[in-house]
């Protein structure tokens, strides 16, 4: 999931798109899906579009919310009111989001984790996309010289 995220950031800069800004959405809760959808209480973490439940109306879950439910609700439509308004998420420290996000730029790849703590890192997932790098340049090689060849 994480490798073709990386591979249209860098697209979207190769083609000077200057407001990007990457996150990774670990919040589990009662709007999380994969607890709606599978009855699960007990999660390893967020799944694809987990986040969208807590930008959009999704009563049709009838879930009770939390406090921390409600918190993320508030964090992450402060940020993407922000973004829409300002083009930037952070444009100033608030106490929903007391902290500025860098956006993404060539050669720097900052990160906001959203969770019930926010949390700024750098180069998600770094040795697993390393690796998946190393294997794309492996298999194309491979391909130049085993199926590509003429005979």
Do not use: C
Not at 28 to 46: C, D, I, M, Q, V
Not at 97 to 110: E, T
């Amino acid at each position: 999931m994480y490798n073709p995220i990386l591979r249209s950031i860098q697209k979207y800069l190769d083609s000077g798109v200057k407001s990007i800004y990457l996150y990774m959405f670990s919040y589990t809760g009662g709007r999380s899906f994969s607890e709606y959808k599978e009855n699960r209480s007990h999660t390893h973490g967020a799944n694809h579009a987990d986040d969208l439940a807590y930008l959009f109306d999704v009563s049709f879950m009838k879930t009770l919310l939390r406090d921390e439910d409600m918190l993320i609700v508030d964090r992450m439509t402060e940020l993407w009111t922000n973004f829409a308004k300002y083009g930037n998420p952070t444009p100033k420290p608030s106490k929903l989001v007391p902290l500025q996000w860098p956006r993404v730029s060539q050669g720097k790849l900052p990160y906001l984790e959203i969770n019930t703590e926010l949390r700024l890192g750098s180069r998600p997932m770094h040795e697993r996309m390393s690796f998946i790098d190393l294997l794309y340049k492996h298999i194309g090689r491979f391909h130049k010289e085993h199926l590509w060849t003429e005979e």
